[in-house]
Every structure is written in C-alpha cells, then in structure tokens.
C-alpha cells in the first residue's frame, strides 16, 4: 500500500450504504446549504464516496477530490462522471495533500477531521494549499455539551468505535483546533443529526477563513 492510501476495509463495505442512509435522512440538505458558497478551485478532502460532489455550484472552477481508501475512492470516482462540475479523484492523505502552496480557493472536509490521528498536521497542510482570503467549510462530529454525554464519548472512542468507523473520535472540539491552525471561523452551526441526545448526534458545520494572511 502507498503512502497515499489508508486501508480501512471493513469500514469501507458497510460505510456506503450508512452514507445513503444519512443523506436521506437529512444530512443531504446540511451538505447543500454548507456547499452553496463554494467558488473557483476547490479541494475536497477525505471525499469518500463523493457525496458532497452533487452539491458543487456551478460557481466551482474544479475540484480536486482527495480520498485515501481505494474502494471509496473507485466509489467516488464514478460518482464524478456524473458531477455537475469537472472533478480530479485521486489517492491522498489530510496530513500530505498532492496539491502545490496556495493553490486553492477553498478546502472541504465533511466528517473527516474526527476520523484523523494527527488533526492539526492536517489542518496546517489545508492552511498550507488555501490561496490568501482561502475558505474552510467544515461539517464535522463534534463532542457533547454535557460531561455525562461527553464522558460517555470518551468510553466509545477508547473501545471499538475508531476501528468500526474508520478512525472516528466522538469526543473532538473541531471548531476550537480550526481556530488554533489560523483560521478564523466566521458561519458556525451546532445541530444533532439525528434529532436525540446521544453521543453520536452532536455535530457542526460552517466556514472559516485563512487568517494572518
């Protein structure tokens, strides 16, 4: 296996038909409010089956989507034949993006952070291939805002819930490690996916912006 491919092979059988089952069941609408404002050249990280490809505005230049798993990534490949935008599909990992500095208009990660080992290294490398003014849109599983829901969490991430859910951490305050990369976080939107207090419903999406630049 190259460095550009991670393996997740039981993940990457069953996540397919989660996936749909989430869509429909609303999360579909999140990735289409948080995408419209996309524009220019785009780098979709982590892209897994290429569902955020339908949600592409006709204001997006092209994307490079980047995905490690190489049966998600021949899922997501497909999936841009049919894209409304022209899209580059290929082997990558958060930490080493095969994109040159500031070479980009806006990066995209959509339950991708929550699933890495090193978050930050992965957020300087988005930093580092987003143009001046470049734009982060985010949707991601975030920690609870209870300690009872937080504390149970943390009992999930340290059993079998990584290893189930292709290295997802429940118990991430992303907003907080987008802000200590160097950007600025301007749109924020706490929601629960599905509708009940559980320790797997708490999520965010919103947009943020290279800062210091």
Known sequence: MSAAEVSHPVFARFFPAMSRAMENGGMADRRA????????????????????????????????????????RAMAAAAAEAGP????????????????????????VCFVLCSLPDEAAALAEIRRVLRP??????????????????????????TAWPHLFGGCHLGCDTAAAIERAGFAV?????????GSRTPVSFHIAGQATVSGR
């Open 85 to 108: 935008v022209p899209i580059e599909v290929t082997g990558g990992v958060a930490t080493a993006l095969p994109a040159g500095d500031a070479s980009h208009d806006a990066a995209v």
């Open 133 to 158: 003014g470049g734009r982060l849109f985010f949707l991601e599983h975030v920690c609870a805002d209870t300690a009872g829901l937080r504390r149970a969490q943390r009992i999930l991430d340290a």
């Open 33 to 72: 409010s948080l995408l419209a404002g996309l524009a220019g050249e785009v780098i979709d990280i982590g892209a897994g089956t290429g569902a955020n490809f339908r949600h592409y505005p006709a204001a997006v230049d092209r994307v490079l989507a980047v995905e490690p798993e190489p049966r998600l």
């Open 186 to 194: 301007s749109t924020l939107v706490e929601f629960l996916f599905p």
